[in-house]
């Protein structure tokens, strides 16, 4: 039968990092802006295990990370490795699958075709161990017959676990686990749940949709197949990751557009670098800005076909943040604390797009000029 491999590589950015500093191994260690250059507004991008047993955690503010666990390793991110090692990993999990879907850059779905539990358990042993001698990159991975399962299976294997749903066991293992573990299940939506009287996937099994749909809507009717074992993720049949994001948290509040522009621009080109590195190509580009008073506005805008390089995501990047600004100066005038910008509709890059700066220039003779 076909499974899903759902590979997420554990504190991906931390784990990068390690392979090129191994005395650190088994130390608190944390990703983002060190401490000691001062008083920082940025946040954690990843930290160590070690770490996180003191409460530091992925978007945290570093100040407060810091409080948390003082006697940390602080390293500076380093995007263009980490697009760097995962076309690495990209490469090696296309060892063991024709088809492999990267769906953010530390988590990626294998198909795989095998007769039993046994056999597919056996598969991502093999993955696990090539990734961690390899690559010196540790990964939780959930198998499942489907790979919404497969990625709950995947977060109750970390770390550096494998758990296996049998096909027909879907509703036995989700039946005891809270709605936030669905993908997509976000706190507002499991307000939505709670205010109906389900807080377990197994009470939401129980549920008729069309008792939720008053509150959920028409999604209803895939959270509750979900949780009986018979639905499927939407996004299944996605041939490609969904988007990439990158974002800057300004030491202080920005009110200058001059400021704001460069930023959004240098993001852009680093954005398009990573995308670069992985093969993959853009159909939408977004802009967000999150306010001094910590509100957030975005917008965002179909390419119409799909683009690669710095150009035309630097353009879309650097209008779309204009029309945010200028919709701002109309109304309150806030200043901006941070800016993000966004690649969605991704997919793979197979041939590269040619443009005129390809071609050297012709060779211009003296009768010609």
Do not use: N
């Not at 850059?105 to 056996?122: F, G, K, M, N, P």
């Amino acid at each position: 039968m076909r499974w899903t491999l759902y590979v997420d590589l554990d504190a991906y950015y931390v784990s990068c990092e390690l392979r090129e500093r191994p005395e650190l191994v088994g130390r608190p260690v944390i990703v983002g802006p060190p401490p000691e250059a001062g008083p920082s507004r940025g946040v954690v991008l990843s930290a160590s295990y070690e770490a996180r047993k003191f409460g530091v955690h992925s978007a945290q503010p570093a100040m407060q990370a810091a409080r948390l666990c003082p006697t940390a390793v602080w390293i500076r991110p380093d995007h263009e490795k980490y697009g760097r090692v995962a076309g690495e990993v990209r490469r090696l999990l296309a060892r063991f699958s024709g088809h492999v879907v990267p769906l953010s850059i530390d988590e990626a779905a294998l198909s795989i075709d095998a007769e039993s539990v046994e056999a597919v358990r056996a598969v991502a042993e093999q993955v696990q161990t090539a990734l961690r001698t390899d690559l010196a990159l540790p990964a939780s991975i959930g198998v499942a017959a489907t790979r919404v399962v497969a990625k709950i299976a995947t977060d109750r294997a970390k770390p550096a676990g494998i758990v296996v749903v049998p096909p027909g066991e879907e509703a036995a293992f989700l039946a005891p686990l809270p709605v936030r573990a669905i993908p997509g299940v976000g706190p507002k939506t499991d307000e939505l749940f709670r205010a109906a009287g389900v807080t377990t996937i197994g009470e939401l099994a129980a549920r008729r949709a069309t008792d939720l749909a008053r509150r959920l809507g028409p999604s209803a009717k895939y959270w509750v197949r979900l949780a009986r074992g018979e639905g499927t993720d939407p996004e299944e049949e996605e041939s490609g990751p969904r988007s990439r994001s990158t974002d800057r948290t300004f030491p202080a509040d920005v009110a200058r557009w001059e400021e704001i522009e460069g930023a959004v621009r240098e993001m852009a080109e680093d954005l398009a670098r990573g995308l670069e590195k992985e093969e993959l190509r853009y159909g939408t580009v977004g802009v967000a800005f999150r306010w001094a008073d910590f509100t957030r506005s975005q917008r965002s805008r179909s390419l119409g076909a799909a683009a690669e390089g710095g150009a035309p995501l630097e353009a879309a990047a650097a209008r779309l943040a204009h029309e945010l600004w200028e919709a701002e100066l109309s109304g309150r005038r806030r200043p901006i604390r941070t800016v993000s910008v966004r690649a969605e509709r991704l997919s793979a890059r197979t041939l590269r797009q040619v443009s005129l700066d390809d071609f050297p220039p012709p060779d211009v003779g003296p009768e010609a000029q």
